[in-house]
């Protein structure tokens, strides 16, 4: 029975960063709409640069954004033995050589002519004995006439003449497998059916379909996914605001604003902007995947988190927030006086440090401060804290001899210590009676 199955194959040297989870979240969705399996897979053979650090940082992420891969999840590094065990299979069966060029043949043929594919073949048909003190490459026979042709997903029929490849190297003097040949032996053995990857690898794509036919497997279908840009067209960059994916979570982020923002970068639907997990399984389809570039807008992705954080109860912000917060009707009056005035969970953060540390009075707003609302001031003790709604009710029946925005004033400064800010009458409630006295009396005592 014919079975959806995707990658996802990261390289743990450096953190994954949005155009790689973007990818995986294509691949996830395809997998789990179809009832397939969505595979990770470390390629991890570049010893020199591979990082712990940033191998932890990768399955952290993945972690976080609750994109489960199905098992097994394979290292490269480990598979050693079958990447050779096939290289000596296209040796015995003469669809590969050993090439005994050495670099300074090749860098010497370089200087004399950019076009190296037929120099490169001068151990093709070779057939005498093993070249002493030269330990040699392991070349895949290319065709020397058509085309390698295949259809992509995304961008429809790609064809390449076969005057465009040449024998390129399958494995190194050392016995290692290349890039190109792994892949493909492990999308072949995991039986990948849909390769979807950046458009940074169609020009592999060649390649990897000449390993497949020369060992009879079968080729899967590829959609190669257009790059993510900045507003100008470039490559994104930090300086534009693009962050690793946990960089992102570290900024107060949601996964599900991050998803979904992601998920936009290169699929449409209509007009619709916001997307549940669930609605991106129903309408993902890698094939209406957009053929061009994505211009990258962090401002919409601020906005999608404003959503998100909006649609979060009570609890689940206490989770998120991760501070010392009980959950009671003033806790639900401070979380819900804030929620529209964060777009990030750091904003909420600040936001509640703002209301619930001592203030520090801000000089301007302090010297405009009326004598005559300081000495209004005490009437708060009057107040019933019960509820909001009596708090509110208590200041809009305030009687005063002069503008109540005058006593606002003098009881914002003595409350928050800043100009702006949330309601006062929700400050008082999340406060209680005792902190907001004390803090009236402490401002008071700072006028003397």
């Given at each position: 029975?014919?079975?959806?199955?995707?990658?996802?194959?990261?390289?743990?040297?450096?953190?994954?960063?949005?155009?790689?989870?973007?990818?995986?979240?294509?691949?996830?969705?395809?997998?789990?709409?179809?009832?397939?399996?969505?595979?990770?897979?470390?390629?991890?053979?570049?010893?020199?640069?591979?990082?712990?650090?940033?191998?932890?940082?990768?399955?952290?992420?993945?972690?976080?954004?609750?994109?489960?891969?199905?098992?097994?999840?394979?290292?490269?590094?480990?598979?050693?033995?079958?990447?050779?065990?096939?290289?000596?299979?296209?040796?015995?069966?003469?669809?590969?050589?050993?090439?005994?060029?050495?670099?300074?043949?090749?860098?010497?043929?370089?200087?004399?002519?950019?076009?190296?594919?037929?120099?490169?073949?001068?151990?093709?048909?070779?057939?005498?004995?093993?070249?002493?003190?030269?330990?040699?490459?392991?070349?895949?026979?290319?065709?020397?006439?058509?085309?390698?042709?295949?259809?992509?997903?995304?961008?429809?029929?790609?064809?390449?003449?076969?005057?465009?490849?040449?024998?390129?190297?399958?494995?190194?003097?050392?016995?290692?497998?290349?890039?190109?040949?792994?892949?493909?032996?492990?999308?072949?053995?995991?039986?990948?059916?849909?390769?979807?990857?950046?458009?940074?690898?169609?020009?592999?794509?060649?390649?990897?379909?000449?390993?497949?036919?020369?060992?009879?497997?079968?080729?899967?279908?590829?959609?190669?996914?257009?790059?993510?840009?900045?507003?100008?067209?470039?490559?994104?960059?930090?300086?534009?605001?693009?962050?690793?994916?946990?960089?992102?979570?570290?900024?107060?982020?949601?996964?599900?604003?991050?998803?979904?923002?992601?998920?936009?970068?290169?699929?449409?639907?209509?007009?619709?902007?916001?997307?549940?997990?669930?609605?991106?399984?129903?309408?993902?389809?890698?094939?209406?995947?957009?053929?061009?570039?994505?211009?990258?807008?962090?401002?919409?992705?601020?906005?999608?988190?404003?959503?998100?954080?909006?649609?979060?109860?009570m609890k689940e912000l206490l989770s998120l927030l991760k501070m010392d917060l009980?959950?009671?009707?003033?806790?639900?009056?401070?979380?819900?006086?804030?929620?529209?005035?964060?777009?990030?969970?750091?904003?909420?953060?600040?936001?509640?440090?703002?209301?619930?540390?001592?203030?520090?009075?801000?000089?301007?707003?302090?010297?405009?401060?009326?004598?005559l609302a300081l000495a209004s001031l005490p009437v708060v003790e009057d107040f019933d804290f019960?509820?909001?709604?009596?708090?509110?009710?208590?200041?809009?029946?305030?009687?005063?001899?002069?503008?109540?925005?005058?006593?606002?004033?003098?009881?914002?400064?003595?409350?928050?210590?800043?100009?702006?800010?949330?309601?006062?009458?929700?400050?008082?409630?999340?406060?209680?009676?005792?902190?907001?006295?004390?803090?009236?009396?402490?401002?008071?005592?700072?006028?003397?």
């Open positions: 029975m014919f079975m959806i199955v995707t990658r996802f194959a990261p390289s743990p040297t450096g953190n994954l960063h949005i155009g790689g989870l973007r990818t995986a979240l294509y691949c996830y969705l395809y997998a789990r709409k179809n009832h397939g399996k969505f595979l990770l897979r470390i390629e991890d053979t570049d010893t020199e640069r591979n990082s712990q650090a940033a191998l932890d940082s990768i399955l952290e992420a993945f972690e976080w954004t609750e994109l489960e891969h199905d098992s097994p999840m394979w290292f490269q590094s480990k598979r050693l033995d079958i990447y050779k065990s096939y290289i000596q299979k296209l040796l015995d069966s003469k669809k590969a050589y050993y090439c005994y060029l050495t670099k300074e043949e090749l860098e010497s043929e370089r200087q004399k002519t950019k076009n190296l594919k037929d120099f490169t073949r001068k151990y093709r048909d070779y057939e005498g004995a093993p070249i002493q003190g030269i330990p040699p490459v392991v070349r895949i026979k290319a065709p020397l006439s058509g085309d390698v042709t295949f259809i992509d997903g995304i961008k429809g029929k790609i064809v390449i003449s076969a005057s465009e490849i040449d024998d390129f190297v399958i494995a190194r003097s050392d016995g290692t497998p290349t890039y190109n040949f792994v892949v493909a032996i492990d999308d072949a053995l995991s039986e990948i059916s849909d390769v979807i990857r950046g458009d940074d690898h169609v020009s592999n794509t060649p390649k990897q379909i000449l390993i497949y036919e020369a060992l009879g497997f079968k080729v899967p279908k590829f959609y190669h996914v257009p790059m993510i840009c900045n507003e100008a067209g470039a490559k994104l960059s930090k300086r534009d605001g693009a962050l690793s994916v946990l960089e992102y979570r570290d900024a107060g982020i949601l996964k599900e604003a991050l998803l979904n923002f992601l998920f936009r970068l290169g699929f449409s639907h209509g007009d619709q902007e916001i997307f549940s997990m669930k609605e991106m399984l129903e309408v993902f389809d890698p094939s209406e995947i957009n053929n061009s570039a994505s211009a990258c807008n962090f401002s919409k992705l601020m906005w999608l988190n404003s959503h998100y954080i909006k649609q979060k109860s009980e959950e009671n009707k003033r806790t639900e009056c401070l979380l819900e006086a804030l929620k529209s005035r964060a777009n990030t969970l750091n904003d909420f953060k600040l936001g509640i440090e703002s209301i619930l540390e001592k203030p520090r009075y801000d000089e301007k707003m302090d010297s405009k401060v009326s004598p019960q509820s909001l709604d009596s708090i509110k009710e208590a200041l809009h029946n305030l009687k005063l001899d002069y503008k109540i925005g005058i006593f606002m004033q003098a009881l914002r400064c003595a409350l928050l210590g800043k100009p702006g800010g949330i309601d006062l009458g929700e400050c008082l409630f999340i406060l209680g009676k005792d902190e907001s006295l004390e803090r009236i009396k402490a401002y008071l005592e700072s006028k003397k």
